[in-house]
């Protein structure tokens, strides 16, 4: 198997101000095409430091992947390191990137100077992919087995987050063209509600009795669930896809309405393509979640088609003011009961005049519970013309993550009620 | 200088399921005492991948900390490579951590199973800090001159986040003990609205008068703002504060209001405080932030205490319908306007009865814009008894980035209105 080595660059990961996400973004599109990840490194930006490092991981790995150390006024540091590691003694200016630059910087308004110039310019060893999403352009060092024992290839990437996911597919194919990776076909299932280890043991029969080509990866996520990769290796490309058509079909019997979508997906995004897709419109009315779920709706662009709006309860004065909940409801049951979520994500619909609405009410914490209704207690209320229904669950987390599942899991109730209604 | 390195075991990490956020949290409290952080590594759960990378950090570092591959199922791997790192024969068991494991489970409901019991015992060869928020115990091993050429400590540290930061406040002790760091003392402000590059520019002339024992760190986030951190290195206390103190004023005369804070702080804890301090409350009328505003200000505890709640008017029928903006302003101004967001904060104002009020209302994309009202562009209105004032601004980002700007700005327009009135 071909094996990776991933190493970032910049001081400011190793002093805490920056989290690398780069690493975990290139491991996944490494796996996804049957690369395997042996090592990720961060340095800071130190001439030494870097040709020791990357020395030792080219001698190890048959492919590294580096980011960072490009920006224009760190430039020479990580360039002329990669200079001396690949034995250039004189740079060339990359005439394609030198343009990209060029529009990028008068698309700002800003002038050239001679730094930004500088950066089109690359050590003669390596091969230019242009990057057109910032001035650092991609830069491609390709070693003899004379020099590390073996094929090895280096691929510089610019260290914003957002420029070298943009370079991964270039990348990808660069990867794929010059070594005989076996095939491998992916499909994904996004679930709901289950955690990994039940999950695990709801399809324990089913993953044990897959053929000895397929593998399934659990990937869980607190916001999105636990998705599900069924892979395959080698074969033909049709064969591949039927027998995996097969399994997912299993699959799908014992899972039932667990799975939310078959791509790669959220619970908002999967709700919003329901919606559209049947001209409906949403409402919420949160108190516990504050405003997380209307906020997540609204992250999905095209959004606006259909969602309304949303109303923060906080007070109880705006639950009974604006939502119109009855105030007896309150006084008798509590804000925190299935009567007043039920009639939050009544008076929503009322007042904007959505077709569906989903209310939640609950206790966040750190403080505010009771042994009755402790912290962690949410009720989630999902409701349209066909009628209204209420759930509750605890969590034990703290504060933050607690908002973070009262609003997932309402979601999902929510997606479970306009898949049912609306399919 | 004392130096470190950091290194995180397991798959998950690898295979890019998990983003490693310990590195960065680790490396900023060894930063704060005065420990230089010279590489961080990610490897595999693998025995011999385990001994090789972690010897090689003992034999160029001081200090290494691990976290991770200590789970129930995993446990042999990480613990039999320690065990045989530091030539240890036999396992002991912690019975302060073995309590520790029974009563985590118990108060789970859990049956104490034997990979559970398992987890308390470890090789004879370390040092053991209870680990009280999980079940793995934190191991520390100490290597003498004659291993590594100079005396190095391992600290083995629990992989799950809010375990490895909660053990960080023993291990900064344990270092300090063992260690002769020269004292450092800090002092944090938080600034708002003004770039890294642009701040530093503005405070160049400060910043190079200032004495060669004191250091400047700029730690900047995109939803909290620049953050300045102060530091001097050695000396007395009682001297090196009233040294600090002198030259934070210089630098709140040159910087004024952008300075939100002198605590470690967000926009919304500081809007927070100086509200309840106050016994003032706040509602929020969102469009383009759909409700992020609202869920950042909910993100406090104890925010129920002023914060009344939020419509958010994702359609024009809310904004009319619910907060009462006239008709005439949207098919005159446009929902994207000064007289609207006016009209917003005005209208939740009325709502809620809250004493003040932001509203948003803007161009996420990444569809939508005009020439005259591109993508990005976002209308801000704050409001009070004493009046509404308007703001714009234009943000070039990703949909995801701009509703984060959004709030942000929006947050900082309610923070400098709030504490010009109220203090």
Known sequence: MIQASICTIGDEILIGQVVDTNSSNISLVLNEIGVKVARMTSIGDDRGDIIGTLSEELRDNDIVIVTGGLGPTKDDITKNALAELSGSTAFKTDERQLEIIHNLLSARGLDILDINIAQAS????????????????????????????????????????????????????????????????????????????????????????????????????????????????????????????????????????????????????????????????????????????????????????????????????????????????????????????????????????????????????????SAEKPVGLVWIGVSSEKGTETFSAVFKSNRKRNIERFASTALNYLRVKIANELK
Chains 1, 2 share one sequence.
Do not use: Q
Request: proline residues 4%.
């Open 122 to 369: 690359v050590p003669d060893t390596c091969e230019v992919i242009p990057n057109h999403l910032g001035t650092a352009p991609i830069m491609v060092f390709r070693f003899d087995e004379a020099r590390f024992g073996h094929k090895a290839t280096l691929y510089s990437l610019p260290g914003v987050p957002f420029e070298a996911i943009g370079a991964l597919p270039d990348i990808v194919d660069d990867i794929k063209s010059h070594n005989s990776l076996s095939d491998i076909y992916h499909r994904t299932l996004m679930t709901y509600g289950v955690a990994e280890s039940a999950l695990a043991k709801m399809i324990e029969k089913w993953e044990d009795s897959l053929p000895e080509d397929m593998h399934l990866a659990y990937l869980p996520n607190p916001l999105t669930g636990v998705r599900l990769r069924l892979s395959i290796y080698g074969g033909r490309k049709e064969d591949a896809v039927k027998r995996i058509d097969t399994e997912i079909a299993s699959l799908k019997d014992i899972l039932g309405d667990i799975i939310y979508s078959e791509m790669d997906d959220t619970l908002e995004s999967c709700i919003g393509r329901i919606l559209a897709e049947n001209g409906k419109t949403l409402a919420t009315a949160e108190s516990c979640t504050g405003g997380t779920i209307s906020a997540l709706i609204t992250s999905i662009a095209g959004s606006s088609a259909y969602f309304l709006g949303s109303v923060t309860s906080y007070a109880n004065s705006v639950k009974t003011g604006v939502l119109g909940v009855p105030e007896e409801i309150i006084s008798r049951y509590g804000a925190v009961s299935s009567e007043c979520v039920a009639a939050m994500a009544e008076g929503v619909r009322k007042l904007t005049g959505s077709d569906y609405s989903v209310a939640t009410s609950g206790i966040a914490g750190p403080g505010g519970g």
